[in-house]
């Protein structure tokens, strides 16, 4: 009776011990774990801190080639190990006004702007470097402003593609000229490139502008208008220089009501699908092609470089209208039924299923 009294005392001592002995192993293993977990997270907010933080600002995202800039842009700087803040002012200055200054209350270190208009936005530009940020002009330049960087392809030649393709396809002398919006530079740069090639045939008679319109923020919607207005008019058209794709829609669909679509030369900019699907239709004569994927490289890893404070190695400069401002341009390329497959198919830039519509 003794004995059994005495290892009944004995295991329950043993169990009390037991029970303190998993209770300090619980602890021991829990502090472990909220200093490990602190440290992992500490180091993890450093590695945030470190980031570089990039604002993205887009005049518009109505086109089909800007939805692609955005999008490749925000993968790109992600390749760089940068974070991205994109806004779009949805073709409207004072809302990208707006947009840039809430870019920088989010401690943005550096601004990639597409202006919305050309002059206005050099507001933004101003405020961006007040504060220290480094800005950088993608693809539309932001005139009297002394951006950081220009980064854009060759507008000039854009308009030399164009007006070279129309010239030699045209069976008549009509040509008639849709630019697009007065308020984006790359406008004046492309007419600059295509009357370097219309303005001596022009003067020797071998062509005829019968008109050159601007359509106020691309809208393909006037495009059709200032067609259909012509033809209404009894005048002849026989080849159009669109400003970019979107405008050569605007101008096909209204060829289609008079019943001329593929019997009009029409060119266009930027290689959108529907331009592409165009082409091998046969109702648009050509695109210029712009890999945007190596612009939108390029511009992520000069911001990046501009943060850092290394050289950008770009040795080309353009006039902003005041200042002198360094230039990344890029080639354009002329596309159509011809190499369509061994530019834009073999890029990856649209599918040929989608292209050829298989």
Known sequence: MILAKENKVKNSIIAALFTIFLMLILSIASILNKTDRSFFQSDANIEERDKIKIGFSLGTLKEER??????????????????IIVQNANNDDQDQMKQVRY?????IDVLIIVPNDLNKAAHAVELAKRQGIPVISYDRLVLNSNVDLYVT?????????MAERITDSMKGENLLIVNGAKTDNNTKMIKQGYDKILGPLEAEGKIKIIAEEW?????????????????????????????????????????????????VSVTGQDADLTACQRI?????????????EKLAEAAVEMAVRL???????????????TYEVKYYVLTPIAVDKENIDETIIRDGFHLEDEVYRH
């Open 66 to 83: 800007w939805i692609k800039d955005r999008d490749i842009l925000i993968a790109k700087a992600r390749e760089f190990g940068a974070d």
């Open 103 to 107: 870019l920088l209350e989010q401690n």
């Open 153 to 161: 392809f060759d507008n000039v030649k854009v308009g030399e593609l």
């Open 215 to 263: 359509a106020a923020d691309w809208l393909k919607e006037y495009a059709f208008k200032v067609v259909d207005d012509i033809l209404q008019k009894g005048i002849r058209i026989d080849a159009v220089i669109s400003g970019n794709d979107s405008l050569a829609e605007g101008v096909i669909e209204a060829l289609s009501e008079h019943r001329l679509a593929g019997k």
């Open 280 to 292: 091998v239709e046969g109702m648009q004569l050509m695109t210029v092609y712009k890999p945007i």
């Open 307 to 321: 943060v850092k404070k290394e050289p950008l190695n770009v040795q080309d400069y353009i006039n902003d209208g």
